[in-house]
């Protein structure tokens, strides 16, 4: 069975982007497993997970109400990037901020996409 969002670019980079951030919170202090491992690991779960709630909705609202909530979680991962370079618990990023910005133009052009099918319908 295909499901839609599977076949989406943007929760494909957004999977990566999970990855991405699981293989670099692992090398951070164990005392940070309740406190920046685990806040950077929800926001980056939260991204694909929010863009396919947003496709299996019906109401182009729904939609781009659930695609606006996954760019919140980006850009909140991006200031856990920010910090886990500033703490010095990761020096090499620049990985995870191309997929971020990658994922972030995706995101929009599918907000974008949704906007233009609500004032068309």
Same mark, same amino acid.
């Given at each position: 069975? &295909? #499901? *839609?969002?599977?076949?989406?670019? /943007?929760?494909?980079?957004? +999977?990566? $982007?999970?990855? @991405?951030v699981?293989? $670099? &919170?692992?090398?951070?202090?164990?005392?940070?497993?309740?406190?920046?491992?685990? =806040?950077? !690991?929800?926001?980056? +779960?939260?991204?694909?997970?929010n863009?396919?709630?947003? /496709?299996?909705?019906?109401?182009?609202?729904? #939609?781009? !109400?659930?695609?606006? +909530?996954?760019?919140?979680? %980006?850009?909140?991962?991006?200031?856990?990037? /920010? %910090? *886990? #370079?500033? $703490?010095?618990?990761? =020096?090499?990023?620049?990985?995870?901020?191309?997929? +971020?910005?990658?994922?972030f133009?995706?995101?929009?052009?599918?907000?974008?996409?949704?906007? !233009?099918?609500? @004032?068309?319908?």
């Amino acid at each position: 069975m &295909s #499901r *839609a969002h599977h076949n989406l670019v /943007v929760w494909q980079q957004a +999977i990566a $982007l999970v990855k @991405a951030v699981y293989a $670099l &919170s692992e090398r951070f202090p164990q005392s940070e497993i309740y406190g920046l491992t685990s =806040q950077m !690991r929800r926001a980056a +779960i939260s991204i694909p997970a929010n863009i396919a709630e947003g /496709v299996g909705r019906n109401g182009v609202k729904d #939609r781009i !109400r659930f695609f606006v +909530i996954a760019r919140g979680s %980006l850009t909140e991962l991006d200031t856990y990037i /920010v %910090l *886990a #370079r500033e $703490l010095a618990y990761a =020096q090499d990023t620049a990985v995870i901020d191309e997929i +971020i910005d990658r994922v972030f133009g995706l995101i929009g052009g599918l907000i974008n996409a949704e906007r !233009r099918k609500g @004032a068309a319908g």
